[in-house]
């Protein structure tokens, strides 16, 4: 018990004290990385991870493109 009430601490002040982060893209590449894997023999998890990793470069990338091209 008194070691899920100290990693319930510990993730909350994980929580708190990291900086907030942008996932352009992460979230969309997760969930096809995810239906991918798991069609790929159950590897749902690794599928979203790569997912996530996929869809986070092309957006990024369409961002910088995008504003590049506005900054004219």
């Known amino acids: 018990m008194k ?5 319930l ?3 909350t002040a994980f929580t ?3 900086p907030t982060v942008q996932a ?7 969930a096809v990385g995810g239906v991918a894997g798991h069609l790929a ?8 991870a790569i997912g996530c ?9 369409a961002h910088r493109t995008h504003r590049m091209h506005h900054a004219r």
């Open 3 to 7: 070691t899920s009430i100290a990693a």
């Open 9 to 11: 601490l510990v993730a």
């Open 16 to 18: 708190f004290a990291t």
């Open 24 to 30: 352009r893209g992460c979230l969309k590449g997760a």
């Open 41 to 48: 023999h159950h590897h749902a998890v690794a599928g979203a």
């Open 53 to 61: 990793a996929i869809g986070h470069y092309h957006a990024t990338h």
